[in-house]
């Protein structure tokens, strides 16, 4: 079964860099588009980023693009996303997410970022 | 971007009764390919959300089938035909058909 396993949140202040992953403990992470989705506290969910199967196509919200990078590395089955001149209204639960067009989504459980001075 | 509405934003439900909650988008979410790509998710207080319906229609495996989704273009409806406790939670709709991928606000779902 799908397991995703997010790591890396913390906090930081305001204009520095934290890099969040996400390691899929099933065997398919190589066949699926995968995703980071994240929820501010007590707000809805906004989607921040998405990669192909084979990291050639990126796609990133446009409050984010130029500071967020989304990457993976098929071989270790992980996913990450580097996230520099973080802002207040960055911080949030960022979930690591597989969800396909189709059938078969899976989410992580999520890692906190909290940003202040 | 594609703006996702939904009503009601609060839904208070008797146990064993029906619930419904409608989602609007700003524009048609037909893909280029025919398909319509709009998801039904539900988060349980304090858990990672969770897709209940893909494509409009059609139900993730595991997901009881009291739940049902409907519609086209830019109206769709989520029904839960008898409420069960474990139903609590937020529900959010969203749109995969068009770059960025947008949610719509969630509609929270209590236990009158």
């Known amino acids: 079964e799908v397991q995703l396993v997010e790591s890396g949140g913390g906090l930081v202040q305001p204009g520095e860099s934290l890099r969040l992953s996400c390691e899929d403990s099933?065997?398919?992470?190589?066949?699926?588009?995968m995703s980071w989705v994240r929820q501010a506290p007590g707000k809805g969910l906004e989607w921040v980023a998405t990669?192909?199967?084979?990291?050639?196509?990126?796609a990133y919200v446009d409050s984010v693009k130029g500071r967020f990078t989304i990457s993976r590395d098929n071989a270790k089955k992980s996913l990450y996303l580097q996230m520099n001149s973080l802002r207040a209204e960055d911080a949030a639960v960022y979930y690591c997410a597989r969800v396909p067009r189709a059938g078969g989504s899976y989410w992580g459980q999520g890692t906190l970022v909290s940003v202040s001075s | 971007d594609v703006v996702m509405t939904q009503s009601p934003l609060s839904l208070p439900v008797t146990l064993g009764q029906p619930a419904s909650i409608s989602c609007r988008s700003s524009?048609?979410?037909?893909?280029?390919?025919?398909?319509?790509?709009l998801s039904w998710f539900q988060q349980r207080p304090g858990q990672s959300p969770r897709r209940l319906i893909y494509?409009?229609?059609n139900r993730e495996s595991g997901v009881p089938d009291r739940f049902s989704g409907s519609g086209s273009g830019t109206d769709f409806t989520l029904k839960i035909s008898r409420v069960e406790a474990e139903d609590v939670g937020v529900y959010y709709c969203?749109?995969?058909?068009?770059?960025?991928?947008?949610f719509g606000p969630g509609t929270k779902v209590d236990i009158k």
């Open positions: 990669i192909s199967k084979d990291g050639s196509e990126k």
């Open positions: 099933g065997f398919t992470f190589s066949s699926y588009w």
């Open positions: 969203m749109q995969a058909t068009d770059w960025p991928f947008t």
């Open positions: 494509k409009v229609s």
């Open positions: 524009q048609s979410l037909v893909h280029s390919d025919g398909d319509t790509y």
